[in-house]
DNA sequence: TCCGTATATTACCTGCGGGTAACAAAAAGT
DNA sequence: ACTTTTTGTTACCCGCAGGTAATATACGGA
């Protein structure tokens, strides 16, 4: 318990009371990384903006300099996360591949991304605390994102990768592992996230999988995915 | 849209305005029953008590001589859910049978429940949201379904119906799909529940399956889980 | 040095919703 | 029929948290 102790409070651009000058990017990423965390520790509704302010060492009115409210704030969080995945299903229909091998790259793509505070918050927030306008905003890549699932298996299954199956029962199973990770998974657990993936991208697709007659698995499956530039996001589209 | 007319509104006992004499327990399953219900459709924090009232034909104190108040309610409702899955447990417990088939079993169970309601409820209620002492039974219960999880995979293991894996993880990995089935399932959607839990059991053990050498997988396994005398719950045990 | 803009602060408003007090009307007992 | 208990109702309280108004301070440029 500090509050007014001198301590540098983690990661904050604010410093106690003197040079504030960093750019307004900065603040407002700053901002959302301590949302999103305090939502996934204390819940939404368990979080007040005081408590978000008093941890950036600013108070509740300076963050309506960067969001119009706290459901913005929210939906920002989602976003971000929301991003990345996008981003990782559009590399994956870059490149080709047979449908189990995108359906394996997306599995790690996404487990690693359940791993981290944005990605949670992609299936630990509630859908309805947002505006009518973001939420089908919501709906919608969420959606996007299933038929990712979706598309890989059933292309996986023309191209004789996959074994006939329920397409959309075995996207609901596989997403659901997934998603799951967002629930228990805790930083400083004895799971590595990079491990976990790994695991996964097997385990799921073990059952589903033909065996190939000539090599069991494809180890260049698991490489690691080489981050390009680090797009900027997009400022900001619609939110309200 | 209703309100006031006279359409028998759903499930309540207490008639608009006229004869209301049932039974006590009745009408607390019948709070517990709408509650449920409305804590789906708009979230915990979405619902009034007011609301909740108002859908039975009462006022909202009236449901304070049933419940100590809303986080009591919410409580209930989570009881109720665990409750059933741990008696599933039980008679998987009690009957034998090969690690692979408890297994099956409780994938069949733990899937049912997760088309109704109350079993939602398990993994769509923010456990946050209750006293610390309710908390601590939550984490109990949810700690002893995640073990059977592990035990029969383990079990499995050790009778050879299982091959060699991470126990913790594939034990996450079914948990998760199976919670997941509370996220996506709606009551008047395409997949019917048994059809749902059917194809899970075999979706989610044919990659940890050993093929027994003689036969594919025994059809007894998805037989009707016959219901015993339908047991009452035990009354209010801890709740406050 | 002075002004304009950006960004923070203090003080306040306000509505919503959980919870309670006081009272009324049935049910049940005798 | 009278009283007691149970189970409703109406009317109210109040605390919290999101959001706003008015104001102060820092910064950047002429």
Chains 1, 2 share one sequence.
Not at 139 to 147: E, G, P, S, V
Not at 187 to 203: S, T
């Amino acid at each position: 318990m500090d509050g007014s102790a001198s301590s540098p409070t983690g990661q904050s651009p604010w410093m106690p009371f003197e040079s504030r000058r960093r750019a307004r990017d900065e603040k407002r990423e700053a901002v959302l990384r301590t949302a999103v965390a305090l939502f996934l520790e204390q819940g939404y509704h368990g979080t007040t903006l005081n408590h978000v302010a008093e941890r950036l060492n600013i108070t509740k009115p300076a963050l309506y300099n960067y969001f119009r409210g706290k459901d913005e704030i929210l939906y920002e969080c989602w976003a971000i996360g929301a991003e990345r995945v996008d981003e990782s299903i559009d590399e994956i229909d870059a490149t080709g591949g047979t449908g189990i091998e995108k359906l394996r790259k997306l599995i790690v793509s996404y487990a690693e991304a359940m791993t981290t505070d944005y990605g949670k918050s992609l299936v630990r927030f509630d859908i309805r605390d947002l505006t009518e306008h973001n939420r089908r905003i919501v709906r919608l890549a969420k959606k996007k994102i299933d038929q990712a699932f979706r598309d890989y298996i059933g292309q996986g299954i023309e191209d004789g990768s996959i074994r006939a199956c329920n397409v959309k029962l075995s996207a609901f199973a596989i997403a659901g592992s997934l998603n799951w990770i967002g629930h228990w998974h805790q930083p400083n657990g004895a799971l590595e996230a990079e491990a976990i993936a790994r695991e996964f991208a097997i385990r799921l697709t073990e059952g589903l999988a033909i065996p190939s007659a000539r090599k069991s698995m494809p180890k260049s499956t698991t490489k690691k995915a080489g981050k390009p530039p680090v797009r900027k996001r997009k400022s900001t589209g619609g939110s309200r």
